[in-house]
C-alpha cells in the first residue's frame, strides 16, 4: 500500500504501522488484494480523552523492521482490538475500550509531540481547500464530478487546484477519483450480487477501458475472475 500524508510518500509493507493526525491530508492506494486493519478514533472522542489534542501531532510511520518495544506494543494492541471486534464476546466492548486506551496511553507517552508555531495562513487556506475537495469527492463519488466543477467551487483555476491536489495528495484529481470509485466498485463486488455494469454505474463510472486498466493493475485479474474466485 502507498499512502501520501502531508505531500509525503510511504510505502507499506507486512506489519507496517501508519499514524494519522486529525489535520494531516492524506490519500492511499493498496496494489492487489491485501488485508490491512483501520483505527479511526473520533476527535472528540480524543479531546475528551487528552487535554492537548489539538495541539499534539503524531509520529506518524512505524515500519515493523525498526520497531521498538513501545511500537511493538503499539501493533499487539491493534491486533488485540481487532480479534474483539470479530468475536464479539458478551461485554468485549469495555475490554475494547480498555485497549484503547492503553493504545492512546503509549501513543502519548512516547510518540507525540506538541505543536507550537502557528500554521502558515496560506498553507492553511490551501489545506482547507484540499480537504473541502476529498470530503466532497467523498460523499459525491457516484455522481459526475468535473474538474472545472471542483475548480469552480474552490474559485480558482483549474491549473492552479491541479497543482495543489497534486502537491498535497501526491495523486492528480483524476486519480483520486478513480481511486475513490474503485474502492466502492470493489467492495460492492465482493458484497452484493449486482451485475459488474450495474456497479459501474452505481458507482459513477463511465470509462470502461480506463476503469478496466486501473482494476487490473490493482488487483491483478478482472472482476468476474475476482468474483469467482471468492466463491469458489
Not at 30 to 56: T, V
Not at 161 to 181: D, I, M, P, S, W
Amino acid at each position: 500500500m502507498t499512502a501520501f500524508v502531508n505531500e509525503k510518500k510511504y510505502t507499506l509493507r507486512r506489519d507496517d504501522m501508519l499514524l494519522i493526525s486529525p489535520r494531516d491530508l492524506h490519500s492511499t492506494r493498496a496494489y492487489g488484494q491485501l488485508d490491512y486493519i483501520l483505527l479511526q478514533i473520533p476527535y472528540d472522542y480524543l479531546a475528551r480523552s487528552l487535554e492537548q489534542f489539538p495541539l499534539l501531532q503524531f509520529q506518524a510511520y512505524f515500519p515493523s523492521i525498526t520497531m521498538n518495544a513501545t511500537q511493538k506494543k503499539l501493533r499487539e494492541l491493534l491486533l488485540t482490538l481487532y480479534r474483539l471486534y470479530e468475536e464479539k464476546e458478551d461485554g468485549y466492548q469495555l475490554m475494547f475500550s480498555s485497549v484503547i486506551y492503553e493504545f492512546l496511553y503509549i501513543l502519548y507517552r512516547n510518540h507525540t509531540k506538541i505543536l507550537t508555531a502557528s500554521p502558515d495562513a496560506g498553507e492553511n487556506r490551501n489545506f482547507s481547500r484540499i480537504e473541502e475537495t476529498v470530503q466532497y469527492v467523498r460523499k459525491n463519488y457516484r455522481n459526475d464530478i468535473s474538474l472545472s466543477e471542483i475548480a469552480g467551487r474552490l474559485n480558482v483555476s483549474n491549473e492552479y487546484f491541479c497543482r495543489l491536489f497534486k502537491k498535497h495528495t501526491g495523486q492528480t484529481f483524476t486519480e483520486y477519483l478513480n481511486a475513490v470509485r474503485l474502492l466502492h466498485f470493489y467492495q460492492d463486488l465482493i458484497s452484493t450480487g449486482y451485475s459488474v455494469n450495474d456497479l459501474l454505474e452505481a458507482n459513477g463510472i463511465k470509462n470502461y477501458k480506463v476503469f478496466m486498466r486501473m482494476f487490473k493493475d490493482t488487483y491483478h485479474t478482472t472482476p468476474h475472475k475476482l468474483r469467482k474466485n471468492l466463491h469458489v
